[in-house]
C-alpha cells in the first residue's frame, strides 16, 4: 500500500466551542462539522503549552517544549527558538522520501537562517516566522521571497491557495503539508459580509470577527478537501485538525473575545482545562474506521510517533521521546494508556510553582499563576510587535538580561478530579492531602528533569 499523506491542520488559538457541531451551529463550520462526522474526534487532547510557540515545538519534536528551547513566545528574544539539534516531525518524513511542506504559521524560530523552517525539515514554506501576522497588510516569506499583503487578498485564503497548490505538486508521491492557519489569533480582522452576519445575530463584534476568521477558514479546508476528491487522493490522506492552545478570551484593541469554549474554565495563557485541552479531529478513510469518539487522553507529544506509526517508517533510535503511540487507541484496539502528563508556562525562565499543572489519571493538579511571573516588560512588547512587521530591521535577537523579577511564595496547589469535575470547579486539595503531596513531588521532578542542561 502507498504511504499515507499527511495533512496537519492547525488553528491559532480556536477551542472546541468554536466548531458548529459543538456550539449549536452558532458558528459556521460545514466543512470541519463533516471532518468530526467522518473522522476521529479527541475529547480529552491536550496541547503541550496554553501558547503557541512551545506548544507547536512539542508537536513538532515528540518532546515536551521545556527540552527544546521553546518556552516562551517571544521571538526578539530568541525564546520561541526550536534548538538546533532537536528532529522535527517533518525531518523525519523526508528521510523517509516524504515531500515536506509549511504553509502559514511557524514560531519556533526567526531572525537566524538555521531556525528557518527551510532548514527544520520542510522542503517549502510559505508563510511567515512570528508569531502573528495582519490578514490584508501581512508579511509572507514565500520560500526565501518576500511578498506584501495588498489590503485585498485575505491572508487566509491565501494560505488555503498555497496549500491547494503544494497538494497538487506532489499528489503522485507521498507528502507531509502542515497548514498552519493564523486564524483566529488576533489582529481580529475578517471580510466585512461574513462579520455583518454574525453581528446581526446580536454577537458582540469580536466574537463576530472571530467566528467569521474561523468561516472563512472553514471554507478554505472544504476546498482542500475537495480537491484532495478531485485528485483521488482523499482516501489515503490522513487529516488532523487541531489548535495550538485554547482560545484567547481577553480583550484585543477594546473587542472582547470571549465566546462559549463548553464552559471548561480558563482559556489561552493559563493550564486550566479551557487553555490546554484542544480539538482534534482526524479523518484516515483507509486506514480508521470513522464516526468514533474517543475519550482516552492524549497529548501533543505523542503524534510524532504516532504518525510514523501510521506512516510505516520507524522512529530514529536516537530519538528521545516524551510522547507515546496511540494509534492502538486510535484503531479502538484494547485499553487506553494513561501516562502522567505535565504542563507549565511563564514569561521568560520558567518558573515551576508557576502555571503548571500535571494530570495523573482522573486526578489533575493545578498551581496557578503568579503574576509577578507573567509580566512581560514594555521594551520587550514594543520589540515584540515591531518584529512582526519589519523583522529584517533586526540583526539578531535582544541579548539583554532578562527583566529582574521578585517571585513571591506561589499559591497553593488545586486539584481536581476530572472524571466528576471536567469543569474544575470544585477544588479537593483541601480533602486529599497526601494525593496533593505526591503529585506536587511529582511535579517538581518533572520540571527539574526538562529543564536540565
Request: charged share 25%.
Amino acid at each position: 500500500m502507498t504511504k499515507a499523506n499527511i495533512i496537519l491542520i492547525i488553528a491559532d488559538d480556536m477551542g472546541y466551542g468554536d466548531f458548529g457541531v459543538f456550539n449549536n451551529q452558532i458558528s459556521c463550520t460545514p466543512h470541519l462539522d463533516a471532518l468530526v462526522d467522518e473522522g476521529i474526534t479527541l475529547t480529552q487532547h491536550y496541547s503541550a503549552a496554553p501558547v503557541c510557540a512551545p506548544a507547536r515545538a512539542a508537536l513538532m519534536t515528540g518532546r515536551y517544549p521545556h527540552r527544546t528551547g521553546s518556552i516562551d513566545t517571544l521571538e526578539a528574544r530568541g525564546l520561541d527558538r526550536l534548538r538546533l539539534d532537536e528532529i522535527t516531525l517533518a525531518d523525519v518524513l523526508r528521510g523517509a522520501g516524504y515531500a515536506t511542506g509549511l504553509v502559514g504559521k511557524w514560531h519556533n524560530g526567526a531572525l537566524d537562517s538555521r531556525y528557518h523552517p527551510r532548514a527544520r525539515g520542510f522542503d517549502e514554506f510559505v508563510g511567515f516566522q512570528g508569531g502573528w501576522n495582519p490578514y490584508y497588510r501581512y508579511r509572507l516569506d514565500r520560500n526565501g521571497a518576500i511578498e506584501y499583503g495588498n489590503r485585498e487578498q485575505y491572508l487566509t485564503d491565501v494560505f488555503s491557495d498555497a496549500a491547494i497548490d503544494f497538494v497538487e505538486r506532489h499528489s503522485s508521491e507521498p507528502f507531509f503539508l502542515q497548514l498552519a492557519y493564523n486564524a483566529p489569533h488576533f489582529p481580529l480582522e475578517a471580510p466585512d459580509a461574513i462579520t455583518r452576519k454574525y453581528n446581526e445575530l446580536g454577537l458582540a463584534i469580536g466574537t463576530s470577527l472571530i467566528y467569521a476568521m474561523i468561516e472563512v477558514m472553514d471554507a478554505g479546508i472544504g476546498r482542500i478537501n475537495e480537491r484532495l476528491g478531485q485528485l483521488g487522493i482523499a482516501d489515503n490522506t490522513i487529516v488532523i485538525f487541531t489548535s495550538d492552545n485554547g482560545p484567547a478570551l481577553g480583550e484585543w484593541n477594546g473587542m472582547s473575545q470571549r465566546r462559549w469554549n463548553c464552559d471548561f474554565n480558563g482559556g489561552k495563557g493559563n493550564t486550566y482545562e479551557g487553555g490546554i485541552r484542544v480539538p482534534l479531529i482526524m479523518r484516515w478513510l483507509d486506514g480508521l474506521e470513522g464516526g468514533a469518539r474517543i475519550d482516552d487522553m492524549a497529548h501533543f507529544t505523542d503524534w510524532l510517533p504516532t504518525l510514523l506509526n501510521l506512516a510505516g517508517i520507524d522512529k530514529p533510535d536516537d530519538l528521545a521521546l516524551d510522547g507515546i503511540d496511540i494509534s492502538p487507541v486510535l484503531r479502538g484496539e484494547g485499553e487506553g494508556v494513561y501516562p502522567q502528563r505535565f504542563w507549565q508556562w511563564n514569561r521568560y525562565t520558567p518558573v515551576g510553582s508557576c502555571n503548571a499543572a500535571m494530570r495523573d489519571g482522573d486526578w489533575k493538579l493545578l498551581r496557578p499563576q503568579i503574576r509577578e511571573a507573567m509580566q512581560v516588560s514594555s521594551l520587550d512588547t514594543a520589540l515584540d510587535h515591531a518584529i512582526k512587521y519589519m523583522p529584517e530591521h533586526f540583526d539578531d535577537m535582544l541579548r539583554d538580561p532578562e527583566p529582574t523579577r521578585q517571585i513571591p511564595e506561589p499559591p497553593p496547589a488545586l486539584l481536581f478530579n476530572l472524571a466528576d469535575d471536567p469543569l474544575e470547579l470544585q477544588d479537593l486539595a483541601a480533602q486529599n492531602p497526601q494525593r496533593v503531596s505526591a503529585m506536587e513531588s511529582a511535579l517538581a521532578d518533572w520540571f527539574a528533569d526538562v529543564t536540565a542542561l
